[in-house]
């Protein structure tokens, strides 16, 4: 059974930094692209970053610049850097991995940016 477990979400002060990390354990198959979602409060989950196994990136346009996003495709992880925090960013991140067969899902880690 594939399983995603997201860690490093927490409270920041707004221009401050966050890493967040995504393991996967289980058998998974070969890996489309590795994403990070988040959901705010009252919207709809969206795309921040994703990472494809080709090896390009591509990136939302409220995060380009501040986020990074980085996989490792030997250990099935996946981060993602966030600089230049701003309270907009405050969401529950999920992490999501894109295989031939199947799309898997995190649980998702709290992330609030105070202003």
């Known amino acids: 059974q594939v399983q995603l477990v997201e860690s490093g979400g927490g409270l920041v002060q707004a221009g401050g930094s966050l890493t967040l990390s995504c393991a996967a354990s289980?058998?998974?198959?070969?890996?489309?692209?590795m994403r990070w979602y988040r959901q705010a409060p009252g919207k709809q989950r969206e795309l921040v970053a994703s990472?494809?196994?080709?090896?390009?990136?591509n990136y939302a346009d409220s995060v380009k610049g501040r986020f990074t996003i980085s996989r490792d495709n030997a250990k099935n992880t996946v981060s993602l850097q966030m600089s230049s925090l701003k309270s907009e960013d405050t969401a529950v991140y999920y992490c999501?991995?894109?295989?031939?067969?199947?799309?898997?899902w995190g649980p998702g880690t709290q992330v609030t940016v105070s202003s």
């Open positions: 289980g058998s998974i198959g070969s890996i489309k692209a």
């Open positions: 990472a494809y196994t080709v090896g390009n990136t």
């Open positions: 999501n991995i894109q295989a031939l067969s199947a799309s898997y």
